[in-house]
């Protein structure tokens, strides 16, 4: 998209306009910018399109009030802003069966393992496994890698140097996280007794690698 | 008294001594611990090294390795700021980027142009991020660091305020928890803070020159070709991996070479493990 950005030469500025006149032009660029972007859209790629003295939150702020009584909004999320039909409609459009693959389709047991990494990150698979207290495949870590919502991290200090496993922006996008802190909060999690930072003792055998599982 | 306490830091900082990159990074790598821990994660010092050293050139360290590496580039960076650094910096710190924090480039400034003593800006930098931001403490540290260095014209900063966030300078009279930012004494606490960090970092500066002097004399005997990699990282870089290479340094050739220079006791062992060594000053 930079690229092409670069390419292309747009009059940013529309000088020949009276102010109003411009201001509506910005805000209708804007708005076709996050329209068009399947990925949150930050206000450098925003500044791209519109002039030097453009106000870009008053803009974003127009938008949001213009969208009041319609069944999607303009949500800041992952530092950028992005159209999102309201959660209360999560259940009839799900229901529809229109848009069934929100992010990904992530079975149950690949959804709890993404989430282990988020918290535990960065984290071998071998951990994971022993957080799980079976072995998770290698194709569950696979299938969400290809997905875009796991990278390698550092090599574990142990035997074999496995590699560790660290979410991407992605994942935060697609589960409308802005940064990792924002995962549901730890310390009440570490509380209530359901989580410990402390990864258990090696009293887990490894269990024998089958060759095909999931 | 800080002004004292800060003196001998100042002759370091101005003789630029060949080993001031390794002392640097050590300092940020306490710096980024006690960052590790406000952030509320577990990562110690060694988890944080490891993070580092053992991953692909330009791979993500994660969360983490994340935070280190924004102290990292503190001890190596200039202390001009500009609005894209400040951001870039709060990624790196897993802080959400808004916009009112983006004016900390402009109080940054003026702080730096107002007549008020470095410790004093920096602690009202902290104060400022905090009253902005609770969640964004971490980053108003980093700032106290690059302003202090700025106040006193370093080149380079040293990071020092950070290491001494959970130390017992901040508590307060009678137990009642921590002194936090724009409480009564805070600006006094930054003050000690600064003594403390200032003879910490004056110590380890100590023996690291010990260490980088030993290292000098050993050099010599060394007869590896391209030795002189793996020398220069040593006195830059906090830690080495043991198994480091380089065009002109294979990782065999590196192995030897540090199991040389421990037998010459020119380096330690870091990692405290039999394998994955990482060795430093």
């Not at chain 1, 996050?34 to 206000?43: M, Q, W």
């Not at chain 1, 959660?87 to 069966?97: C, L, M, N, R, T």
């Not at chain 2, 609005?83 to 400034?109: C, N, S």
């Not at chain 2, 017992?168 to 805070?186: C, H, K």
């Amino acid at each position: 998209m930079a690229k092409r950005a670069r390419q292309i030469v747009i009059d940013k500025e529309l000088l020949h306009l009276t102010q109003e006149e411009r201001h509506r032009r910005w805000a209708a660029r804007v708005e076709a910018v996050i329209f068009a972007s399947s990925e949150p859209v930050t206000r450098k790629v925003l500044e791209r399109v519109v002039g030097e003295d453009c106000d870009i939150d008053a803009i974003i702020e127009e938008i949001r009030e213009a969208l009041g009584g319609r069944p999607y909004e303009l949500v800041e999320v992952a530092g950028g802003w992005q159209h999102r039909t309201r959660p209360e409609f999560a259940d009839v459009i799900h229901a529809s069966g229109a848009a069934n693959a929100p992010p990904a389709e992530l079975t149950d047991h690949q959804a709890l393992v993404l989430m282990t990494i988020g918290y535990f990150q960065p984290v071998t698979r071998a951990e994971i496994s022993k957080i799980f207290g079976r072995e998770v495949s290698r194709d569950t870590i696979a299938t969400l890698r290809q997905l875009g919502f796991l990278a390698s991290g550092p090599r574990s200090p142990t035997p074999g140097a496995p590699y560790t496993y660290i979410t991407t922006p992605a994942f935060l996008t697609a589960f409308g996280f802005d940064t990792l802190r924002d995962l549901p909060d730890t310390e009440m999690l570490e509380d209530a007794g359901l989580l410990s930072r402390t990864l258990p003792v090696d009293d887990f055998v490894e269990p024998e690698l089958e060759d095909d599982e999931d | 008294m800080a002004g004292g306490a800060l003196y001998p830091l100042d002759q370091i900082v101005r003789a630029e001594p060949d080993w001031a990159g390794a002392w640097r990074q050590r300092l940020a790598l306490k710096c980024a611990s006690a960052a590790v821990r406000l952030a509320g994660r577990s990562e110690d010092e060694a988890g944080l090294r490891d993070a580092w050293l053992l991953r692909k050139p330009g791979d993500d360290p994660g969360p983490a390795g994340q935070i280190l590496s924004a102290w990292k580039r503190l001890g190596s960076r200039s202390t001009a700021l500009d609005a894209e650094a400040l951001q870039v910096t709060a990624g790196m710190l897993g802080i959400k980027w808004d916009e009112p924090l983006a004016t900390l480039a402009q109080t940054f400034d003026d702080l730096g142009l107002s007549g008020s003593a470095a410790p004093f800006a920096a602690a009202a930098i902290i104060r400022e991020t905090h009253t902005i931001r609770p969640d964004a403490e971490a980053l108003g540290w980093w700032l106290a660091d690059l302003l202090l260095a700025q106040k006193l014209r370093w080149p380079v900063p040293v990071p020092l305020l950070m290491s001494q966030r959970f130390s017992s300078v901040f508590r307060a009279d009678g137990g009642r928890g921590r002194i936090r930012p724009g409480e009564e004494g805070f600006d006094r606490a930054i003050c000690l803070a600064l003594v403390h960090a200032a003879t910490e970092a004056g110590r380890l500066a100590a023996e690291i020159a010990r260490r980088a002097e030993r290292l000098t004399f050993v050099t010599p005997k060394l007869r590896a070709k391209g030795a002189e990699d793996g020398l220069r990282l040593l006195l830059t870089e906090d830690a080495v991996s043991g198994s480091l290479q380089t065009p002109n340094l294979s990782r065999f050739a590196s192995r030897r070479l540090f199991e040389r220079l421990q037998q010459l006791e020119a380096v330690r062992e870091l990692s405290g493990r039999p394998t994955f060594r990482i060795y430093g000053l």
